[in-house]
């Protein structure tokens, strides 16, 4: 019997918008991004209004750009989930290695949140 694999992204393919549709239309999406804001709010981040609204400079620092890839991984993860559709396998590139982690339920999503927040933060210190 095949298998099937979860290959969680990098950080690259954030745009402003993202996860939008999503927040609209499952409550599973709206309440992962709250525990995010939640998790972030010593940083005063609102990952909602960074995701939907900022300028595109703003989302694509690695400081914004790993929570939100993370958290959107998440979400979809959740709703194949939701849909029966469940992984043998999981696995990540760069990043994606934190998203993969949360799926195999090595790390819980709020701890990790702020984790590749200052993941983000040493890389963005590190180049710019």
């Known amino acids: 019997m ?3 694999a979860f290959v ?5 393919s954030q745009e402003v918008g993202i996860g939008k549709d999503l927040i609209k239309n499952y409550k599973e999406a709206d309440e992962l991004f709250n525990e995010a804001n939640i998790s972030l709010e010593d940083e005063g981040v609102d990952l909602i209004k960074l995701c939907t609204k900022s300028p595109k400079e703003e989302l694509a620092k690695t400081i914004n750009a790993q929570p939100a890839m993370l958290t ?8 194949l989930r939701k849909n029966n559709i469940n ?5 990540g590139h760069s990043l994606g290695e934190y998203s993969a982690l949360v799926a195999a339920s090595s790390i819980e999503f709020k701890e990790v949140i702020r984790l590749v927040r200052k993941r983000g933060q040493y890389l963005f210190d590190q180049f710019f």
Do not use: E, N, R
């Open 2 to 4: 095949p298998k099937l």
């Open 8 to 12: 969680f992204p990098g950080q690259g």
């Open 72 to 79: 959107m991984s998440i979400i979809l993860y959740k709703l």
């Open 87 to 91: 992984p043998d396998i999981v696995a």
